[in-house]
């Protein structure tokens, strides 16, 4: 295993794409309310949600561990609904020297998914699998959770 890496996750949605583009840029502090039990809170800390540079503080659970991430936003492509934030501190960079997350929606005929690529540096040449498991699956409950709130707002 190498210091590099990319790790990819697509989850099925039902809701429309914009919606998480939307939940994830502009109105991204929703997500508290979404899924308090994942993501119980996010501050904004400079610029405006969803612009680029706008960096903001998360904390959530992963794991069954509470951790916090200071996190901006790097890139936000419009047309292709795309938002790229870089981890500048807190839990998970402990264990990596850069992380960033693009978080994406992409149709297909037969359906809908949201896709989030990892890309990564860590420190030391160690396997982190199980790491990685774990972050699937919280991505994939916070996936799940915004998609069933589009349907019950």
């Known amino acids: ?5 990319k790790e990819e996750l697509s989850v099925e949605i039902k809701s ?6 939307d939940a994830f840029g502009t109105k991204k502090d929703l997500l508290q309310k979404i899924c308090p039990n994942i993501i119980p809170r996010i501050d904004l800390l400079e610029g405006e949600w969803g ?5 903001i503080l998360v904390r959530y659970h992963l794991d069954g561990k509470a951790m916090r991430s200071r996190e901006t936003i790097v890139a936000v492509d419009a047309e ?7 981890l500048l501190e807190g839990d998970i960079m402990k264990t990596f020297k850069t992380v960033t997350m693009t978080v994406q929606p992409t149709q297909k005929p037969e359906c809908n998914f949201l896709t989030w690529t990892i890309i990564y540096e ?7 699998q199980a790491f990685f498991d ?3 699956e919280f991505l994939n409950n916070v996936t799940k959770e915004i998609d069933a709130y589009y349907f019950q707002a």
Do not use: H, Q
Not at 1 to 5: F, N
Not at 80 to 86: D, G, L
């Open 51 to 55: 612009t680029l540079g706008c960096t």
């Open 134 to 136: 774990a972050w699937k």
């Open 1 to 5: 295993m190498g210091l590099s890496g």
């Open 122 to 128: 860590k420190f030391v040449d160690e396997d982190i």
């Open 16 to 21: 429309p794409g914009e919606f998480f583009f």
């Open 80 to 86: 292709n609904k795309s938002i790229t934030y870089k």
